[in-house]
Nanobody, 123 residues
């Protein structure tokens, strides 16, 4: 069992930056590929990006490519989402998620989820 806790959300002006963190309990964090998802009011949860178990591979949604960066520190059981050049359309609750196999874009394929952290980007 893995428990995930996100932090770092908040209110930021358009063009600003935020870094989200997701810390996992347990000693097997390096066994899990990690994904970041977001959900805006009235919309489906969407894939933002993901990182492989060893951190050597990342994948991003087209809407955030070049602005967001995912990294992980397996020694700290933490995955990060660095968000730059934020836009009002990035406003959403952001979730981290883990699964034991490779990164996929389908939320239903992830086994573990954090509680989410709100990111609000003002224009």
């Amino acid at each position: 069992q893995v428990q995930l806790v996100e932090s770092g959300g908040g209110l930021v002006q358009a063009g600003g930056s935020l870094r989200l963190s997701c810390t996992a309990s347990g000693r097997t964090f390096s066994s899990y590929a990690m994904g970041w998802f977001r959900q805006a009011p009235g919309k489906d949860r969407e894939f933002v990006g993901g990182i492989s178990r060893d951190g050597s591979w990342t994948n991003y949604a087209t809407s955030v490519k070049g602005r967001f960066t995912i990294s992980r520190d397996n020694a700290k059981n933490t995955v990060y989402l660095q968000m730059n050049s934020l836009k009002p359309e990035d406003t959403a609750v952001y979730y981290c998620a883990g699964r034991s196999l490779a990164v996929v874009v389908t939320a239903a394929s992830y086994d573990y989820w954090g509680q989410g952290t709100q990111v609000t980007v003002s224009s």
